[in-house]
């Protein structure tokens, strides 16, 4: 079966968001049914609960069908309908797999919509969640980066065998206190030097105490 045209697409949706919707008898199980339909070869069948809300809806558009359930989410398949409008004697031919470009098309022909009818509404969102999905799945296929060629493996280091270290005591000087390291850097005349200044001033201080201890005496 050939696409449906554009302007045919669009006069069919036009005339469906000026159907007066029709409301059913609740059943035995408090569902109704609210029906949608437009002589131009669209249909929007809904079913809600006793608390209004939709479990189910079914989409005819120019003979592509879109049915989505509560809880299963969103089907596709073709109608064979007599005439432009959609009968008893019609019979829908479910997808085996969803048709992306089924949701495709009704998604777009529903993407306009800006009224209020809350059934419309339903699948418009409906629609435009599963094509967002996916054009999602569609471009991250597109972008996935090609397979690379395998990277040179690094070289392995060979392990080493750990030094044996000597086991000490507590007790045991280690070898760093019999032998203490000497930094480099220290001139050793003029470390020897420091020490002789430093007990020079030593002297001098206990000499300046001795005396001031015995001016204090000799004054008292």
């Known amino acids: 079966m050939s696409e449906p045209s554009s302007e045919r697409v669009k006069a069919a949706v036009l005339a469906l968001y000026e159907a007066?919707?029709?409301e059913g008898?609740?059943?035995d199980d408090g569902?109704?049914?609210v029906w949608h339909l437009s002589p131009q070869g669209a249909e929007l069948l809904s079913f809600v609960d006793r608390e209004g809300r939709v479990q189910r809806q079914e989409l005819t558009l120019l003979g592509e069908h879109c049915v989505w359930m509560s809880g299963v989410g969103?089907?596709?398949g073709r109608?064979?309908?007599v005439g432009a409008v959609r009968t008893e004697a019609s019979v829908v031919h479910p997808d085996a797999q969803p048709v992306p470009a089924r949701m495709l098309r009704a998604a777009l022909a529903l993407e306009d919509y800006q009224g209020e009818d809350r059934y419309i509404l339903h699948i418009q969102r409906v629609l435009a969640l599963a094509r967002q999905g996916l054009v999602l799945a569609g471009g991250a296929a597109s972008?996935?980066?090609?397979?690379a060629a395998p990277a040179a493996p690094a070289p392995v280091a060979t392990p080493q065998a750990p030094t044996p270290v000597a086991e000490t005591s507590p007790s045991m000087p280690t070898p760093a206190s019999i032998n203490p390291v000497i930094d480099p850097g220290i001139d050793p005349v003029m470390l020897r030097r420091q020490k002789t200044e430093g007990l020079t001033m030593l002297i001098v201080l206990g000499l300046g105490l001795v005396l001031g201890v015995a001016m204090l005496f000799w004054l008292l």
């Open 20 to 22: 007066r919707p029709v």
């Open 25 to 27: 008898p609740p059943g």
């Open 31 to 33: 569902q109704r049914s």
């Open 74 to 76: 969103l089907r596709t």
């Open 79 to 81: 109608v064979e309908q």
């Open 143 to 147: 972008v996935a980066p090609a397979p």
